[in-house]
């Protein structure tokens, strides 16, 4: 493996992808909704793809400084994915991590003076923080990490929420705009929130074996996992319940192809994973339970596009 392909496995270029198709969605789907009847946008493409930008750094940040302190625990848990010491040594993911995180800042902190908006660096900062924190401390805590990083999920949506919504107080600023984009925004900040917390539970669930060793107090071995089966449950039915009810109100709008979409490719999966669950008795299981959720978050995600066809 060249290090090249080492530094993209480490940084998890997928997960980076849909970071930014998320923003990307949400930009060219959702605001073009907010505003639909009442003016364009007042967030410039440019200050958009600064914060995409900043966002894929952070994040990739993240997850460098994740792998560097859990190199122990992935040693028994996924030894053929490593890539720190095998392909990257601890000094350069230690470097990587710093100059990341820092151009994520930086640009978080023009992106803020362009619009005014002292809350993206801040937050940004906050959120490399909790990166780094997660990865020495919260991580290896009942909730605390999982908690954080279904926050930060969640952020990945908001960031650009926070962005146009001080744009959106102007005097000049439609008083519709604000109530359509603070719903949406949450709608599917809640959506990324619930299912990463189901997933970070459910990843807690596969990884136990090399958190005990390494004296981790996560849920599966504080509460057990058939406690754990049951939290992460709950949340799947409650995530279930909060999209089957959205859709009569969508079926209110007449976005029949919306509905559909959901139930094949969102409700449909949520229940077979709650049932799969519940199945599940080894690691092989719950790796697959956590790719399904993956799945689930990209189509959850993809369902933006109808804000745009029924613009």
């Keep these: 493996m060249n290090f090249t392909v080492a530094f993209l496995k480490l940084s ?3 997960n980076l992808v849909f970071i930014a198709l998320t923003q990307i969605l949400f930009f060219y789907c959702i605001l073009p909704f907010v505003y639909k009847g009442i003016q364009a946008t007042t967030l410039s493409p440019y200050i958009f793809y ?3 930008a900043a966002s894929i750094c952070i994040a990739a940040g993240g997850y460098i400084i994740n792998d560097y302190f859990d190199l122990n625990i992935d ?3 996924k030894p053929s994915k490593l890539i720190i010491e095998k392909h990257i040594t601890r000094r350069w993911a230690i470097v990587f991590h710093l100059c990341l995180s820092f151009t994520g800042f930086i640009i978080s ?3 803020g003076y362009k619009l005014r908006n002292i809350y993206i ?12 924190f997660y990865s020495t401390t919260f991580k290896r805590k009942l909730l605390m990490g999982n908690a954080l990083i279904s926050v930060l999920a969640a952020w990945v949506i908001l ?4 962005a146009d919504f001080k744009l959106t107080r102007s005097p000049y600023s439609n008083t519709l705009i604000i109530p359509r984009l603070l719903k949406v925004s949450f709608l599917y900040a809640g959506f990324a929130f619930t299912i990463s917390l189901v997933r970070e539970v459910i990843k807690d ?12 107090e996560t849920m599966p071995i504080v509460w057990g996992i058939p406690v754990s089966k049951i939290f992460a449950g709950v949340w799947l039915i409650v995530l279930i319940g909060g999209v089957a009810a959205l859709q009569f109100y969508v079926l209110q709008l007449g976005w029949w192809l919306s509905v ?3 139930f094949l490719l969102i409700i449909i999966p949520l229940l077979w994973i709650l049932q799969q669950l519940y199945r599940a008795q080894i690691a092989a299981d719950f790796s697959r339970l956590s790719s399904a959720i993956k799945i689930v978050m990209f189509t959850g995600i993809l369902s933006m596009v109808f804000f745009r066809i029924y613009l």
């Design 260 to 262: 559909i979409y959901s």
């Design 109 to 111: 902190c023009y992106a």
């Design 12 to 14: 998890r270029w997928p």
């Design 159 to 162: 960031v650009i929420t926070v």
């Design 50 to 52: 600064l914060l995409v």
């Design 205 to 216: 669930m596969e990884d136990i074996q090399g958190d005990v060793k390494y004296g981790c």
């Design 75 to 77: 040693l028994i848990n």
């Design 121 to 132: 660096p801040f937050l940004n900062l906050l959120s490399i923080a909790g990166l780094w």
